[in-house]
């Protein structure tokens, strides 16, 4: 427990990070019991207000409290980045393993595959196969969208990754002695790279909620749903900028960069862990 | 050996090229239901002055993509359209077609995006290499905390944050569009401050958080690089530390920078998308904002299209420029 | 006779949580000109550190705290900044460990040369600058192309050779050479030695040769210096040393010798090489010796004049 505290005092980042996603855990969990989730919808209270005590976050023009969408929304757009996240790296891990271990044809196909997905701009590929779906995605179908293109980074990251532990000395001692691929990759390969692809994971889960809000701003998102990048839609759509209604884009702006700024410094915290070369230079 | 790894590289390029027309035409196709047919049908319902042209799209859509032929017949007429630069009609701008209205916004966002991609790397990389160096002024490290939010949110939302502390709280710029209002585009100097204006803020939303993404990996680039065992060498040659500096650390470290570049192209217009969206900037991706609002599937297909297209073309420039920089390149592969 | 270069008790020590560890300690020793000096010692025994801390090129957490270098007579601690840069190369001058990539990979060899006659204010013509370069490849034994070609179109051997004629550029006094031919095969380190040495004498400069193979420095120097755990423990002719050693751990390295005719390196001493942070009391080498007692265990050994032109830091030498 001392050692743990030690580590964090020098790991920062990772504290930062925690701490920041924590405290959108809280309000996620302290929101759902105090806020009726109900006032999400439209037409549930009056429009246009500014924040009060009442709706502390104002309430849009479509009659939502948008403290109430912040409470609903924030855990859907989390979904839809770790169901696209986790999906990602467990495609892209197993993948990456059979082009790293196997080499050969695989490798070249899985490694020409994930470097020509990925100098292309994912965000276009993924209003093509969104526009594809008749009748709008639902907050499911729009993670599996995005986790049709969230596989291609981790792939490439973590078969480097994989590549230069191959080489090492006990990898090559526990082929001699006979073990089978598949179980050098689950005992010797796999626990060397844990705080890797945790990494790998968080930076996933990151990009694919970019991704997500990315469509529902420009409108390809769940219409009905109050995802944070769907009320950025409204806001947009309403053209509440100019309006003056500061407070409509101000909760989900400020939950954004809560989210973001969780996850990246979660990953540099991590990134410190799977490289302790790092520690001394940051 | 330089001649195959050009021509290997082209040919990812054609690769990529050959991949977007064919995502193009089968991805809408998955859902078992084809989305243009029912939008031109819904289009020709509507009527309107332009009624007999849609018609005529309808008539011609069918018999060359209906249902009766096979599907590689269709296939290969599409890929035949897309060689050509043939996009088709607008279904939502009969009867404009797609060339033509992609031609229109395409300048816009090449300019934007050119002017902000090489600023951003220009001062990141800079900015990185100096904050690597032992040298630099103390106050120096104080700025990666700031560097290092920014480049944690996305383009368009410090977009949103600018828009409202500069263009509606304090007015000191153009809150929308490419250019004033009512203005008919001309080459005058007025109306080319007047673009610089309305470009200042998309701009600067896209270069402070590229910036800091830039900065830190090249700053990490330079701390490896001034371990090296060359830089070593090079102190003990008594060589100056500007030189050390610049011809030694920066030199080396600025490789994989431009190799990152070339992979992060992608990344950054996907992000300007958004940006040119919610300043209604007259870019692309503003085209393709309304093309989905309008269900416009040609002008969506026609985008999607170009842009993949313009940044292999572009990643292969990079590509191709790269073993000027670094001559190892040319004879390490093969 | 009037030394080159003066090391007196120079101590170099790198900061650790655990307390600070003394890399070199109070070392001291004479260069004569022309003089071919080695530094012989297992890796960790701080020979390596001790060169860099002559250029004063330690970087942090190490640091120099004690001790003076003087290069004819002039004391290097006392220049600055900009006045130990113009001495390095110029008066000073470093040959790479040869298992190292010390030519930048992305300029030519004429470039990596026209910087150091730049940057020390050699003012040339581009015809008096190629002939210079055609010279100074010609004097290391590589074809004057070689001059336009990159570091990974070069052979180990010949990228070692352009170090050399790096080195000698600016004519030093002193040149260090750092394990010049490691990595290198036999027969390019046999070819790389001639080389060093043949402009050695050319040049009339001194040397300093840092390594670990004792059949090496048998061949190349004239007076060889032993180091163990940071300190110079030996300090003697090289047909002393290798005759009669004084200290227990030169005669471990000369006996552990298959022959002197035979190349050997420094392996089957009994024990292991102290960690410096952990370092016992009194005599560094006591654990690993065979002649300790307790007075090994208590006091550390004084460096004293054992024999004319022989010092050791052994109570019994």
Known sequence: MNGLIRYLKRNVSLVVGSVLLLFLLAFIGIGHMVVDVEDARALSVRPLQPPSAQYPFGTDRQGRDLLAVMVAGTPLTLRIGFIAGFLGVGIGTVLAFVAAYYRGWADILIRGIADIGLTVPGLLVLIIIAVGIPGGLSVNQMALVVASLAWLNPTRTIRAQVLSLRERGYVEIARMSGMSGPAIIFFELMPNLLPYLAATLVNAVSGAILASIGLEVLGLGPIDAPTLGMTLYWVNFNAAMINGWWWWWLAPTAIIVIVFLGLFFITVGLDEIANPRLRKSA | ?334 | MNAILRVEGLHVEFAHPLGAVKAVDDVSFALNPGERLGLAGESGSGKSTMALAILRMIKPPGRIVGGRVCLDGEELSALDHEGMRRLRLAGIAMVPQGSMNSLNPVMRIKAQLADAFRDHGVQLSNTEFEARVADLLRTVGLRPEVANLYPHELSGGMKQRACIAIAICLRPKIIIADEPTSALDVVVQRQVMETLARVQRDLGCAIILVGHDMGLMAQFVDRLGVMYAGRLVELAPIGEIITRPRHPYTQALISSLPSLEARGTMQGIPGLAPLLRELPPGCAFHPRCPRAEDRCRAEKPAVREVAPNQQAACHFA
């Open chain 2, 1 to 334: 050996m330089l001649l195959i790894d050009i021509l290997k590289r082209c040919g990812v390029f054609f690769v990529i090229v050959w991949l977007a027309a064919t995502l193009n035409f089968f991805l809408p196709k998955l859902s078992g239901q084809d989305p243009v047919r029912t939008k031109l049908l819904q289009q020709a319902q509507l009527g309107g002055y332009v009624q007999q042209g849609i018609d005529e799209m309808v008539k011609v859509y069918e018999v060359r993509f209906g249902l009766d032929r096979p599907l590689w017949q269709q296939y290969l007429s599409y890929i035949g359209d897309v060689v050509r630069g043939d996009f088709n009609f607008s279904i939502a701008n009969y009867p404009r077609t797609v060339a033509d209205m992609i031609a229109e916004s395409i300048p816009w966002t090449i300019g934007l995006l050119g002017v902000t991609t090489l600023l951003s790397f220009v001062i990141g990389t800079i900015l990185g290499a100096l904050l690597a160096w032992p040298r630099a002024p103390r106050w120096m490290a104080w700025l990666m905390p700031p560097l290092w939010a920014l480049h944690a949110i996305p383009f368009f939302l410090l977009g949103l944050i600018l828009m409202y502390l500069l263009a509606f709280q304090v007015q000191l710029l153009p809150i929308f569009g490419g250019y004033s209002m009512g203005v008919t585009p001309n080459l005058t100097l007025t109306f080319i401050l007047d673009i610089i204006r309305h470009a200042t803020l998309p701009a600067l939303s896209i270069i402070l958080v590229a910036v800091g993404g830039w900065a830190l990996s090249m700053r990490g680039m330079m701390v490896t690089t001034m371990g090296e065992d060359y830089v070593l060498f090079a102190e003990g040659k008594g060589l100056r530390s500007l030189t050390i500096f610049t011809r030694y650390c920066l030199r080396n470290a600025i490789l994989p920078q431009i190799t990152a570049l070339a992979l992060a192209l992608g990344q950054i217009l996907s992000g300007a998308v958004l940006v040119e969206v919610i300043f209604g900037y007259p870019g692309i991706g503003t085209l393709l904002f309304q093309a989905i609002r309008e269900n416009d599937h040609f002008l969506i297909q026609g985008i999607v299209f170009t842009v993949i297209v313009s940044l292999g073309l572009a990643t292969l420039v990079l590509d191709l420029l790269y073993p000027l920089l670094d001559p190892r390149i040319t004879y390490k592969r093969t």
